[in-house]
């Protein structure tokens, strides 16, 4: 049984006007930025996703906006320098959220891998895992700096040998022979960068219409069948073209509609984030980037004041959960000892954990470390109409969607015989446009928006939300004035006095946002960066069930789901229960 909080605008918007020229299923990275590419064209556009916005696969990312130097071994040259390219754009185009990040890779040996290099690069099979040694890794860097050499705005990279290397990171195993530093960019808050690209589509005009929790159950001819998931309501919309984008779903969407396919067959990928001062130091404020002795790659990445550690590369399930496990957490332990021999990590410093499918193609034998990071849309009818048609995305990565959004936007463009009339080569990204890029253009920003919440509250707005901060500081001084000007304008959060109430009611109701692990997972970094206990779960869910007018009962259900998300996906226990959080609802 609904009820009045359930009733969402979005989802009344999509539902009393059924019929649209694109139908865009899936909300991750790459639907959102086909979302905004079509926007802008003037095309009138409708994107749904079963969960929240970049909840999929797109939240399981390394926070990497790279280049792939491992591409090349795979002779995907097209896929690295398109990726080389885009990572420099974003970094142009994001910079509130896309930063520069120098990557060091340890080198232990010099001749290692140069007669198995050619092997692997001719049959894409692992083989016997052989550590790379420093000949072959210059000449891999040697080549990755050449495809950054048009537009390119990151250093070349560095070789330098064991004496300084030590001395720069004095942690590192002390037989390190080399260490190689090359250059490719970081996205501190992928979701938060997604959000954006929501909101951009949105402010190209009313034919952009979206609604997340929204699912497509089903095909009845010309219609995609979907279903509100808060009411359980079902509707149909008609669109001339669909658009798959689920991701490792793809083939899962596809068959519920009608269609089956076989297009993909994604490998898992899990990391942990560990609060560890010690480790956080040693890294020097590099990622520390290598190859383990079964040929897998890990990194350790600084990231917002924590270690981001990862990843594995396993065949996966898409239609069962993507979790990390324990054996995956001692095979992270072991890899760090491989590097950081004297740091001690253990269990009790991992504050957050995560898992998810890549969105690979099908790959036959092929060693999952070889699966093509390209990807290819494939066209086809839609199930059984004989005039709708149907592109499905098989691939893709968070670098490269802008050019894969234009791609997929062109081919869109080609069916409903329309012309491209903007480009979204040098558009800044939501709150990337004006963003201050120097202290000075800082200081200058801050003390025109920080009038009303003072200048520091300003600069930590800017960093967290781009240029978008100012929308939240006029939300936040127009809900002071609302409420009769009572009260600090700007009031901090007891639990989290880096978040104000003002802030948490802005995040609920101007973001879409649906659910209160919404907010604590995508709408902010909370949980990502260790800060959510009991005491900040019972503040924060009393505030979001304010804003949002959710009933008491409403706020249980909330906690309860939050709860068990949290628990089994990402390693936090929590209470669903609390008196003080029953008190303040």
Do not use: C
Not at 99 to 104: D, M, N, S
Not at 188 to 206: K, S
């Amino acid at each position: 049984m609904s009820t009045q909080s359930d009733i969402r605008p979005e989802v009344d918007s999509i539902r009393s006007n059924p019929k649209t020229q694109v139908l865009i299923i899936g909300g991750g990275i790459n639907g959102i930025g086909t979302f905004r590419d079509l926007a802008l064209q003037g095309v009138d556009v409708v994107l749904i996703d079963r969960g929240d916005y970049a909840s999929g696969a797109s939240s399981a990312s390394s926070h990497m906006i790279h280049g792939g130097v491992r591409y090349l071994e795979n002779g995907e040259f097209r896929l690295v320098r398109e990726s080389v390219q885009e990572r420099n754009r974003l970094l142009r185009l994001a910079p509130h959220y896309v930063k520069p990040l120098a990557t060091t890779i340890p080198i232990f040996s010099i001749f290692s891998g140069i007669l198995s290099a050619p092997l692997r690069f001719l049959t894409h099979k692992q083989g016997k895992p052989k550590e790379r040694g420093a000949l072959l890794i210059k000449l891999g860097l040697l080549g990755y700096d050449s495809f950054s050499r048009d537009g390119g705005n990151v250093p070349r990279h560095k070789f330098v040998g064991r004496k300084k290397s030590l001395a720069k990171l004095p942690k590192l195993r002390p037989d390190v022979k080399f260490t190689a530093t090359y250059y490719d960019a970081t996205v501190e808050n992928p979701e938060r960068l997604a959000l954006d690209l929501v909101q951009d589509a949105l402010a190209a005009g009313p034919h952009a219409r979206t609604a997340n929790y929204v699912e497509a159950v089903g095909s009845d001819g010309d219609s995609v069948v979907l279903r509100d998931m808060l009411s359980g309501e079902t509707f149909e919309v008609t669109a001339d073209v669909v658009v798959n984008t689920s991701g490792p779903w793809t083939d899962l969407t596809n068959s519920t509609l009608g269609e089956p396919t076989k297009f993909m067959g994604g490998t898992k990928g899990s990391h942990i984030v560990l609060d560890n001062q010690e480790l956080f130091d040693a890294t020097g404020g590099t990622e520390v980037f290598f190859e383990n002795d079964d040929g897998r790659i890990v990194l350790i990445n600084p990231l917002n004041g924590r270690v981001l550690t990862g990843t594995t590369d396993l065949e996966a399930d898409p239609s069962e959960p993507s979790v990390t496990t324990e054996a995956e957490i001692d095979y992270f332990f072991g890899l760090m000892k491989h590097v950081f021999p004297t740091i001690k990590v253990d269990r009790s410093q991992i504050i957050y954990r995560y898992s998810g499918i890549r969105p690979l193609p099908g790959h036959g034998d092929t060693a999952p470390g070889f699966v093509s990071r390209d990807y290819r849309i494939e066209q086809s009818n839609f199930a059984d109409s004989k005039t709708v048609k149907q592109l499905s995305l098989v691939g893709g990565k968070w670098t490269t969607f802008r050019a894969l959004s234009e791609h997929m936007t062109n081919e869109a463009l080609a069916l409903l015989g329309r012309q491209r009339t903007v480009s979204t080569t040098d558009l800044p990204i939501g709150g990337g446009a004006g963003f201050p890029q120097t202290p000075a253009a800082v200081t200058s920003w801050v003390k025109a928006h920080g009038a009303d919440i003072g200048e520091a509250r300003a600069r930590v707005l800017l960093a967290r939300y781009g240029t978008k901060a100012a929308a939240v500081i006029d939300f936040i001084v127009a809900q002071s004035d609302t409420s009769g000007g009572t009260g600090a304008v700007d009031t901090p959060l007891a639990t989290l006095p880096g978040y104000s109430n003002g802030e948490i009611a802005y995040l609920m109701t101007e973001e879409h946002t649906v659910h209160l692990i919404d907010l604590l997972l995508r709408r902010t970094l909370i949980a990502f960066v260790g800060l959510l206990n009991q005491a900040s779960f019972d503040e924060l869910s009393a505030l979001a069930a304010k804003a949002a007018g959710w009933t008491p009962e409403r706020l249980a259900e909330e906690r309860a789901q939050t709860v068990e998300n949290l628990r089994f996906f990402h390693g936090i226990e929590l209470e669903a229960t609390s008196a003080t959080a029953t008190a303040a609802s």
